[in-house]
């Protein structure tokens, strides 16, 4: 007496149910072929066993730590809506921030023996990174109306200042000399110096080739299936821009061309276009070595062509002992460099290559300095990181439904994956060396601010995603961080349609026509729709 009645059963010490929580018969069933499936098991144990003795429970492994758990995990995070931002952030910061770190300890030791300064290359390099921190800003600020109305501008001024270059050159060449000014711009074989600035327009080409392309392409859509469609302004723009850039820089080229198949291969163009575009490439790329016999490029009249040499050199290696100190000096010192790093390098900063042994070591073949100071794990590090690059863009491209937005991060990561694989192929010596810089990590003003302005468009992009959208517009960030970061994307499915014409002023539809018998109302009197009378009289 004195305990409550109901609270303990007294055969098994458990609470009593109410009549009104009792199992229902699904459960119930359930858990009695759980005890029957228990019971039949060689060695089982009841329930209340547990206890008894040290055999008694068997130890469950935990979850999480298995390969299907480990799997399951990543697949979540990657479900996640800001994982395109967050992942894009992370593989570009540390790219940059590599490229700063490997920079200066290519042109340290070069710096101080000219000028007593060891940093006097990679503070210039580093202002050109916060400039291109800005150009990352402000490009992950605009939405994609403002990159379509920038195309063509873009374009235009791009195709201007290679004009101006080529000319320039030109000039130069035939006064042989190495530069050619007119007013305060000074030509200098790929470089513009306006003023003490030094620009690149081909670089400017490749982003201006991203936004006009990728508008043009999405705005004719299904009609890119005809061949005048693509003809009429395509083909002729690229091919423009084919001779201005390729005339002096072969690889840039090379890095247009992968550009324009990956914008047409995100289109679903036929693959007979794909044909005759890798014909008419293949004719290009043999004119334009050719002609380096002409003076094209860094050539010059009479001379033996350097074009013709890289390839020869890569199609029938020569023996580096006989060539080591002339011909193929850079080829031969590439190679030495990265048997000199083994699996974990010589350590950062103690390389031997950059005492001026290996040319262009801070820029064309950077790679080549990570290999000898960082060895196969720095080497693994910097692919690994534009790896996750690749996938990184080619999933934004993927979940965004507006079709500019796709051809567009197509097109940026065609293009920067493209020419980390020919310059990485160039220095191992799986492709022609073709001189075409490192992204994010070569020294290079022009490059660099470029780059970081389409990472920016990349993740403007990525915040655009029908998942993130509605992600950030369900939490907010707070305002301060929305007026100085980013602003909030347009959450999907509500942009602005245009409004509907006006219809046709045509013949009156017959139901809309009005009464002209004695029964029609006079104009500005409404009639009265309720039914009078009763509902016997309504029936009748």
Same mark, same amino acid.
């Given at each position: 007496?004195?305990?409550?009645?109901?609270? %303990?059963?007294?055969?098994?010490?458990? /609470? !009593?149910?109410? #009549?009104? +929580?009792?199992?229902?018969?699904?459960?119930?069933?359930?858990?009695?072929? %759980?005890r029957g499936a228990a019971a039949r098991e060689p060695g089982a144990r009841e329930p209340g066993a547990a206890g008894r003795g040290p055999e008694a429970v068997a130890p469950t492994p935990p979850r999480g730590f298995d390969a299907a758990g480990g799997l399951a995990a990543l697949r979540g995070l990657l479900d996640r809506p800001l994982t395109s931002y967050y992942l894009l952030l992370s593989c570009a910061g540390l790219l940059l921030l590599i490229g700063l770190t490997m920079v200066f300890s290519a042109t340290s030791v070069k710096d101080y023996a000219e000028d007593g300064n060891a940093s006097a290359s990679v503070t210039k390099q580093a202002i050109f990174a916060v400039i291109g921190i800005g150009a990352f800003w402000v490009c992950q600020r605009l939405p994609a109306s403002t990159y379509r109305s920038l195309g063509r501008p873009l374009l235009f001024a791009s195709v201007a200042l290679l004009v101006v270059l080529n000319l320039l050159v030109a000039i130069a060449r035939l006064t042989k000399q190495e530069s050619a000014s007119f007013g305060p711009v000074e030509a200098r074989l790929n470089w513009l110096f306006v003023g003490g600035i030094q620009l690149q327009p081909s %670089?400017?080409? $490749?982003?201006?080739?991203?936004?006009?392309? +990728?508008?043009?392409? =999405? @705005? $004719?859509?299904? +009609?890119?299936?005809?061949? !005048?469609?693509?003809?009429?302004?395509l083909f002729p723009v690229v091919g423009l821009l084919f001779v201005l850039v390729g005339y002096n820089d072969t690889g840039t080229m090379l890095c247009l061309l992968a550009l324009v198949v990956g914008l047409l291969w995100a289109a679903g163009v036929r693959m007979r276009v794909f044909g005759a575009l890798a014909a008419a490439g293949l004719v290009g790329i043999g004119l334009l070595v050719a002609v380096a016999s002409l003076g094209a490029g860094s050539g010059e009249r009479g001379a033996d062509n350097y074009r013709l040499a890289r390839l020869d050199m890569f199609f029938n290696p020569p023996d580096p002992e006989t060539c080591k100190l002339n011909d193929c000096l850079q080829f031969y010192q590439g190679r030495l460099a990265i048997e000199h790093g083994g699996w974990f390098g010589v350590g950062l900063g103690k390389g031997s290559l950059k005492w001026d042994w290996l040319p262009e070591a801070h820029n064309d073949f950077i790679f080549a300095i990570i290999a000898e100071e960082l060895g196969v794990i720095g080497c693994v590090v910097v692919l690994t990181l534009f790896a996750v690059l690749a996938y990184t863009g080619f999933r934004i491209a993927r979940r965004v439904d507006d079709p500019f937005r796709r051809l567009a991060a197509t097109a940026v990561t065609t293009w920067l994956v493209s020419q980390a694989v020919i310059n990485i192929g160039g220095v191992v010596g799986l492709l022609p060396i073709t001189g075409l810089p490192l992204p994010f990590i070569s020294d290079g003003g022009s490059a660099l601010v470029v780059t970081l302005a389409g990472i920016g468009m990349l993740a403007s992009f990525?915040?655009? %995603? /029908?998942?993130? =959208?509605?992600?950030?517009? +369900?939490?907010? *960030?707070?305002?301060?961080? @929305?007026?100085?970061?980013? *602003?909030?994307? /347009?959450? #999907?499915?509500?942009?602005? !349609?245009?409004?509907?014409? #006006?219809?046709?002023?045509?013949?009156? /539809?017959?139901?809309?026509?009005?009464?002209h018998d004695d029964q029609a109302a006079p104009r500005g009197v409404r009639q009265d729709r309720s039914r009078g009378g009763t509902a016997s009289e309504r029936r009748r």
């Open positions: 007496m004195g305990e409550e009645i109901g609270t %303990e059963d007294e055969t098994v010490g458990r /609470p !009593r149910r109410s #009549p009104s +929580a009792a199992r229902t018969p699904v459960a119930a069933g359930a858990r009695g072929s %759980e %670089e400017l080409a $490749k982003f201006a080739m991203v936004l006009w392309g +990728a508008h043009l392409v =999405a @705005r $004719k859509g299904a +009609a890119l299936g005809w061949w !005048r469609e693509l003809a009429t302004p990525a915040r655009a %995603e /029908p998942d993130a =959208a509605r992600a950030l517009h +369900a939490r907010p *960030p707070a305002r301060w961080v @929305r007026l100085l970061w980013a *602003p909030l994307p /347009p959450l #999907p499915g509500r942009r602005r !349609r245009p409004a509907t014409p #006006p219809a046709g002023r045509g013949s009156v /539809p017959r139901s809309r026509e009005r009464r």
